[in-house]
């Protein structure tokens, strides 16, 4: 028990450093070309309102609240005068602190695969001090961390508290901020038991309505078109980036890149979803046992990621978090290999070491050298690999 306590100390202690960590980074940087499109966002949002900016800015593909998250923000910016890009980023930092402690009480509660004892506290420290989470929390400038945050925030309170209510409000607060948990929905779904999961669902449908008024009523059309409607870049990431390689080899390979260009976006979003009927499907039909939550939801993730057509370094954070579940081994070369990567990516775009700013936008088409690109594989091929030992983990608990 002694151990345990010292363990679940040092814990802690690494994830404070890791804070203490990106928010000086963000004090005294000003991020990726990101923040430069936020900065942007919140200006149009002060000067012509949401719909206007719906309207009239092509890059803005995210759901409504966003625009009273970056007013807020831009207000505390106003009245604290540390700028903008710091507050930006100080969500993500939290949640990232946040993950940690909700991983902590999973695993104590036994919902997670590994026990409480030195395996699961060495994965516990991996994720707190994970190299991808400094340097898209602290100087990237988005909000994919956030909406990670708040779908563990999800699973925590169904699988601990098997409260379908407050759970399905952190899934609404999640959705506000990004439509990707839409992809975690079939598995979500799914697990939540009898009548309880239509309560859990019509929550999140409800926080999701009352937090995008009035906008939603105004002109449901645009927005429909720009949340849902957003293609990420294609060719930069795993089966993109080889199959566009592969085109100029010949008429096959041409044809399935132009398949997957087409439709590999249909491709990302089935995959999960079978894959959630799969691990919940024995269970609801003949009573077998089926994966926690948890490591159905890193399941999803890293099969999403690794399947998706497109990509940005930022997404890297959706698999952060579940990496975990695969064991010390799998998430600690995920991390390695993620944060390897997105340090040459960052000074690629920044010029040099240490830095201020990343600009991608001068490199729309080609986003980094050939060197890079074989670690940007590296990374995808670490995906997998979490995402194999996260299938061998719920196959496991099926048999059992």
């Not at 803005?60 to 980023?89: E, K, S, V």
Request: with cysteine.
């Amino acid at each position: 028990m002694l151990k345990r306590h010292w363990a679940a100390g040092l814990v802690a202690l690494i994830a404070l450093g890791a804070a203490a960590l990106k928010l000086f980074i963000a004090r005294t940087t000003y991020g990726s070309s990101d923040v430069w499109y936020w900065e942007t966002y919140l200006t149009m949002a002060r000067e012509v309102g949401a719909i206007e900016l719906y309207r009239t800015e092509e890059h803005f593909n995210h759901p409504p609240f966003t625009t009273y998250a970056l007013l807020g923000l831009g207000w505390l910016a106003d009245r604290t005068g540390l700028g903008f890009p710091f507050w930006l980023r100080v969500p993500a930092t939290l949640a990232d602190a946040g993950n940690v402690f909700i991983l902590w009480r999973l695993m104590r509660a036994r919902f997670l695969s590994a026990p409480a004892g030195r395996g699961g506290y060495l994965s516990l420290a991996l994720l707190a001090a994970a190299p991808a989470s400094v340097m898209i929390s602290g100087f990237h400038g988005n909000t994919d961390p956030v909406v990670m945050g708040f779908l563990l925030l999800s699973v925590y309170l169904w699988e601990a508290r098997r409260s379908a209510a407050l759970a399905g409000a952190a899934l609404g607060m999640a959705i506000n901020i990004k439509v990707v948990p839409l992809v975690f929905l079939p598995a979500l779904f799914l697990y939540v038991s009898g009548w309880r999961r239509f309560l859990y669902i019509a929550v999140a449908g409800a926080v999701v309505f009352v937090a995008s008024l009035p906008y939603i009523l105004q002109d449901p059309a645009i927005i429909n078109q720009k949340v849902l409607g957003y293609g990420s870049y294609y060719g930069h990431w795993g089966l993109s980036r080889i199959l566009q390689e592969l085109a100029s080899e010949g008429a096959v390979a041409a044809a399935l890149n132009r398949l997957f260009l087409d439709y590999g976006r249909y491709v990302a979003l089935g995959l999960p979803a079978l894959a959630a009927a799969v691990m919940n499907g024995p269970h609801l039909l003949l009573g077998w046992p089926r994966p926690p939550l948890y490591v159905q939801c890193g399941v999803v993730a890293s099969l999403f990621l690794g399947v998706s057509p497109g990509f940005g370094p930022q997404y890297l954070a959706w698999v952060v978090p579940w990496a975990p579940g695969a064991g010390a081994l799998a998430a600690g070369a995920f991390y390695v290999a993620s944060g390897v990567f997105l340090f040459a990516v960052y000074t690629y775009w920044a010029g040099a070491f240490p830095w201020y700013t990343a600009d991608a936008r001068p490199y729309e088409f080609e986003w980094w050298s050939r060197p890079i690109v074989n670690l940007e594989l590296l990374t995808w091929a670490s995906v997998i690999v979490v995402l194999g030992a996260l299938v061998s983990v719920a196959a496991g608990r099926m048999r059992r």
